[in-house]
């Protein structure tokens, strides 16, 4: 009898603790709590691209992992070292991903890390960043991003295209950024073989930038920049020299243009941004091996600064869109 009592006691007691565990018809159990990431962020310089990639990032990054992620966002304010500080401090606070806006902070989160994933953008040729030789389109290990890129063959041709009178192309950049490097070999070797005569006028910092640009003003029927961060940090400086030498520019993007330049072969740095935060949101998902994710590209637009058009006496070509001033 004892024992008949038990073995009904247990089968009660088992009954009511599932009768209470139960869900209400209709429902379903609370899923287990999302997990939430921190992202670092450095940016090299504040300007109109940068900060225009940093909020596409940021945006699409908020959109596909909505408030699973928590942002460090810092800036580096045009100093290398400042990078390799703030990546420093991204790596001792383990940070989930490091997304390196430009060049400088992705070569300083490179040699920082080989274990956090690493995402770069307004990253112009990142075989040059990191010296790869041969570079296949995927860095591999920790590292991919996007390229702001635009056809170099292309924009050579717009020299031409607004201006074949010419005879004397300026190539003028900062010559402590590697990408700027690169693009000016490019461009400059098109123009040759389209019969300009190039000169290299290459600033080593801000101390230098205006007396390097006049003397490309004196010089030069029209000057090319590339995609620099010093230039476009100091884009209404170099204007103040171009236009009342009355020396147009033709620019690698918009935001140089915008300042200094005449027209431009741009891709949308905020878009840039965006495509960079959905590869993060990827990799943070796990639904993606950044080291098998190819860099990312954008589509580049012609466009024209219609100020400094008309301040120089310009006809604009036809297919080119006003920048919005």
Known sequence: ?????????????????????????????APAEEKTFTVGICQFVQHVALDAATKGFRDALEKELPGRVKFEEKNASG???????????FVSSKVDLIMANATPALTAAASATSD??????????????????????????NISGTSDLADLQAQAAMVREWFPDAKNVGLLFCSAEANSRYQVDEVGKALTGMGFTCTE???????????????????????????????ANNAESIANI????????VCGEEGICAGCGVCTLSISYYDLGVTTGQMAARILKGEADISKMPVEYTTASKKYNKANCDALGLTVPEGYEAIAQ
């Open 116 to 141: 956090i994933p690493i995402l770069g953008t307004s990253v112009t040729a990142y075989g040059v960043a990191l010296d790869i030789a041969d570079f296949n389109g995927t860095v591999g290990r």
């Open 242 to 249: 171009l236009l009342p030498a009355k020396v147009p520019a």
């Open 1 to 29: 009898m004892k024992k008949l009592t038990r073995t009904l006691t247990a089968i009660i007691l088992a009954a009511l603790l599932c009768a209470c565990g139960a869900q209400p018809a209709g429902t379903t159990a």
């Open 79 to 89: 100093e290398p070292a400042n990078c390799a500080t703030i990546i420093n401090g």
């Open 201 to 231: 006028f290459a600033f080593t910092d801000t101390n230098d930038l205006a007396a390097v640009t006049q003397k490309a003003a004196d010089s030069s029927d029209v000057i090319y920049i590339p995609t620099d961060n010093t230039a």
